[in-house]
Nanobody, 121 residues
Framework: VQLQASGGGQVQAGGSLKLACTASSNAFGAYALAWYRQTPGSQRELVAMISNVGTTIYTDSVKGRFTISRENVEKRVYLQMDSLKPEDTAVYYC????????????????WGQGTLVTVSS
């Protein structure tokens, strides 16, 4: 599965960005989708997830500020990021995987190249 993320850029604190990710999977609608982020020297962190039936989960630090959504016909997943903070600065990756028993299981072969988000104070 190939994933293409876009929409990153540089914004000031308090600003907004909307990330988009397009997947090549023919079974897109059957999978859960997630956004992760990673900073240098840190592990990749799950930011938000949306299941195939629309269940969403968010890491605590972005709750109320970020919104994940999906468009199955277009095979796209979005991440609307509002009230951005400098600590949101990272490379953001999308992933297509499985949501089961309250956990998200990423497909390690479907990370894509990531998109850089830089938030200045």
């Amino acid at each position: 599965v190939q994933l293409q993320a876009s929409g990153g850029g540089q914004v000031q604190a308090g600003g907004s960005l909307k990330l988009a990710c397009t997947a090549s999977s023919n079974a897109f609608g059957a999978y859960a989708l997630a956004w992760y982020r990673q900073t240098p020297g840190s592990q990749r962190e799950l930011v938000a997830m949306i299941s195939n039936v629309g269940t969403t989960i968010y890491t605590d630090s972005v709750k109320g500020r970020f919104t994940i959504s999906r468009e199955n016909v277009e095979k796209r997943v979005y991440l609307q990021m509002d009230s951005l903070k400098p600590e949101d600065t990272a490379v953001y990756y999308c992933n297509l995987g499985v949501y089961a028993s309250g956990d998200y299981y990423p497909n390690e072969d479907s990370w894509g190249q990531g998109t850089l988000v830089t938030v200045s104070s």
